[in-house]
């Protein structure tokens, strides 16, 4: 990994400075000399699967801990660096290698399981999954937040159940923007240059061994898009990138950067992935039974799909082409916010699709217009992927039942036949998160011990996993709790003190580093986006009562914080440079912490240590929202409005809850915000302080362990990503209207 400025990079756009890759197969697969009775750890590399079990994790980081981190745990960059002699060093270790050894035995039962049958869901006929962003690990970086966690989520649950499903997404050579705050509070953003033979990806290849290639007609040529093969357990995720020689300099740059361009770039960027992503599956002689568009980025594979059926059948109409096109295809849209719904002017639509393609189609540039129109007769509107994505689909869902709700108002429009939206043929499945990439291992175990080997398949039976849960002694579950909080201020302080000395460096300023955080304190985490209906403003709403709160003697809080900033949206970095530097100094500085380039790792550390995990988004705007499921896995309690998947969650003894249930009569944003603020702090203040504080004779928090108890028995099934995939199975992918 090298690091560059963005500044860098957009010189690069026009300057001849790529480098070219003709020789991936001389030099691709670096050779890295392994002790023999090491050699599995190359196989384990290539798979992400090591990254959800807690042996596997360990094994990479036992090789050479320094060196783990500081590789950003990527195993592949790890044996690459490596010394020798400490690989063989860890030869000679005979407890490593017998874990090994048995880690071996476990992955390759794993890999070797035949995917089952669903239906006409099989191994021939498989889901073709298609999302513009995968955070499967922090080593693939080409996510930037909740969507990508999501599908890499989805991926995993379709590996543990056996689905057969194969996947289709973009490899962003600069991935997302890394944040750092300068000294003065401000935002700035860099992008990292990833290298091919440093991930976990293999080349392509079709049968007679040559590099896959597709080819897709974008801006007046023809532009070639490999693809890659990240492998997460069983589920294959084909990765198409454009950084090939046969393209000229611009358009290797097309899967450059994740949601970095203008929507040129972004339209480009959606064609390669929905019409390059079905030609390469043609190429690999993949025959899905149905095609997820997560998300509407990928809604021009419907185009595609329409295209191939009028070339085999000559003598049929589009709207044939349509009705055929519509069985395949299933669609979930992710949040009602307009940002999140990407529209394009026309003329873009004509740069992009030239008129070959669309006489292929048997119409005219303006029935293509009208496709991506919410009312296709209004020549003056923008082509919306999602009115593409909903005319396309057979099915369309939202990801919790209200923001199902919500998106039958909001497209009610594009249904002139509907007078209710209750009528509008939109359903939803309530997103999840992957247990074993979320659960930490401290939980884990306490699992094994009090429910047993098999305690993730006694999660799915309620009566029995919140029996199980209750049997385990109130002292444990806090001391695993405890343990993670302690883990996750030693990584506090550990990132604040690296950035201090990068920085100015005064003893003082180590010495309070130390001292940063304490273990006894209620830590309250707050970590998302820093968008508008984020809310980040609530919480400094009334400095004088949070600052009162944070510094008082006997029952202090603390916050740690996270989270990035647009890049071009001022007012948020402004709010982050005021959150950071507002009161020099009070408490505040020694009890609240931003962490800097919120992603898959921090969260990590932040979902297991805190004890309350706060949300406070405008609603109904937050379709669903996925940390707080992976802090209630861990025992933390969410603090939260009513919105997304909490409505569904919360029942009055899991966690506490912010403001109203029903929509407001009142109208206006100020006044809304100001009475959410005011139920914030009084929840915080008559609820969630004092009976955090509220010690038994055993000198445990007896009221607030039994609310964990509570969350980890009422919300871990119902909120995991495997309840979901099988949702999507029953409900989704296997009805047929
Ligand atoms: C889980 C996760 C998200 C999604 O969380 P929200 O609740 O939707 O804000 C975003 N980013 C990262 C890094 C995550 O792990």
């Given amino acids: 990994m090298r690091e560059i400025s963005s500044d860098f990079l957009l010189n690069m756009q026009t300057a001849t400075s790529l480098q070219p890759d003709e020789t991936f197969r001389e030099n691709f697969y670096f050779t890295r000399e392994l002790p023999d009775n090491l050699q599995f750890l190359d196989a384990l590399s290539q798979n992400f699967y090591w990254s959800w079990k ?165 801006r007046g040529r023809e532009v070639f898009a490999r693809a890659w093969l990240a492998q997460v357990g069983r589920i294959s995720l084909y990765l198409l990138d454009t950084n090939v020689r046969e393209n000229n ?145 057979r099915s369309a869902n939202g990801v919790s039942e209200k923001h199902g709700e919500v998106s039958r108002e909001l497209w009610l429009k594009m249904f002139p036949e509907k007078t209710r939206a209750a009528d509008v043929p939109i359903t939803h499945i309530t997103n999840g998160v992957h247990a074993p990439t979320w659960i930490a291992p401290a939980f884990q175990r306490l699992y094994e011990t009090y429910v047993g080997a098999d305690w993730a398949e006694i999660t799915k039976d309620a009566t029995a996993w919140s029996a199980a849960i209750e049997v385990i002694p109130d002292r444990e579950i806090w001391n695993a709790h405890r343990f993670l909080k302690q883990l996750l201020i030693a990584y506090i302080r550990e990132k604040t003190y690296s950035k201090e000395t990068g920085l100015h460096e005064t003893i003082n300023e180590h010495e309070d580093t130390g001292k940063l955080f304490s273990p006894d304190v209620l830590t309250i985490g707050f970590a998302r986006r820093v968008a508008g209906y984020k809310r980040w403003n609530l919480i ?99 603090l939260s409005i009513l919105d997304g998947w909490w409505i569904e969650g919360f029942n009055g003894e899991n966690g506490f809850s912010i403001g109203a249930a029903e929509d407001a009569d009142e109208t206006d944003e100020a006044t809304i915000d100001a009475q959410d603020a005011e139920s914030l702090y009084e929840v915080l203040e008559t609820e969630v302080i004092p009976t955090y504080y509220r010690k038994k004779e055993n000198d445990l928090p007896g009221e607030w362990i039994q609310l964990m108890k509570n969350s980890l028995a009422t919300l871990t099934h119902q909120f995991s990503s495997d309840r979901m995939v099988k949702d999507y199975i029953e409900k989704i992918y296997l009805v047929r209207p």
């Fill in 54 to 218: 807690p042996v596997g994790a360990r094994l990479f980081r036992e090789l050479d801990s320094q060196l783990w981190e500081q590789c950003e745990q990527n195993p592949r960059l790890l044996l690459k660096k490596i010394s020798g002699l400490r690989l063989w060093q860890k030869a000679g270790d005979e407890k490593y290698v017998s874990e090994l050894q048995s880690f071996a035995e476990q992955f390759k039962d794993y890999v070797a399981a035949k995917p089952d049958v669903f239906g006409q869901i099989t191994e021939r006929n498989p889901v073709a999954y298609f999302c513009a962003e995968y955070g499967v690990h922090n080593s693939l970086p080409i996510y930037s937040g909740g969507l990508g966690i999501l599908a890499g989520d989805h991926l995993k649950s379709a590996s543990d159940m056996k689905v057969p499903l194969v996947a289709v997404g973009l490899l962003y050579r600069y991935g997302y923007f890394r944040q750092k705050i300068a000294h003065d509070g401000w935002q700035t953003e860099n992008y990292l240059d990833s290298f091919a033979n440093e991930l976990a990806l293999a080349p392509v290849l079709n049968e007679a061994g040559e590099r896959i290639l597709v080819k897709i007609h974008i």
């Fill in 249 to 393: 300099e611009i358009d290797r740059l097309i899967t450059g950067h994740l949601y970095g361009g203008d929507t040129e770039t972004r339209i480009v960027q959606e064609k390669i992935l929905g019409i390059g992503g079905v030609r390469l599956l043609r190429q690999l002689k993949i025959n899905p039974s149905v095609y997820h568009l997560n998300e509407g980025h990928s809604a021009f594979l419907t185009l595609e799909l329409a295209r191939e059926f009028l070339q085999e059948n000559a003598d049929s109409s589009f709207s044939e082409a349509i009705a055929a096109v519509r069985k395949q295809c299933v669609f979930t849209t992710h949040t009602p916010v307009s940002a999140g719904n990407d529209t394009f002017p026309p003329e873009q639509i004509e740069d992009c699709f030239d008129a070959n393609f669309i006489h292929a189609l048997k119409i005219s540039k303006e029935d293509l217009f009208a496709l991506g129109r919410t009312n296709d007769r209004d020549v003056r509107e923008w082509f919306g992927m999602t009115p593409l994505a909903l005319r396309m689909a």
């Fill in 540 to 638: 400094l709403s009334d400095l004088e009562r949070l600052l009162k709160m944070v510094g008082d003697a006997d029952k202090p809080v603390q916050f740690v914080f996270a989270g990035k900033a647009h890049p071009q949206d001022r007012n948020a970095k402004a709010l982050l440079q005021k959150l950071m530097s507002f009161d020099e100094n009070s408490e505040w500085q020694r009890r609240a912490v931003f962490i800097e380039d919120y992603d898959q790792e921090v969260a990590r550390y932040l979902v297991q240590g805190v004890d309350v995990w706060l949300n406070v988004p405008r609603r109904p705007l937050e379709a669903s929202g996925t940390s707080g499921q992976k802090v209630a896995m861990n025992g933390g309690l969410n």
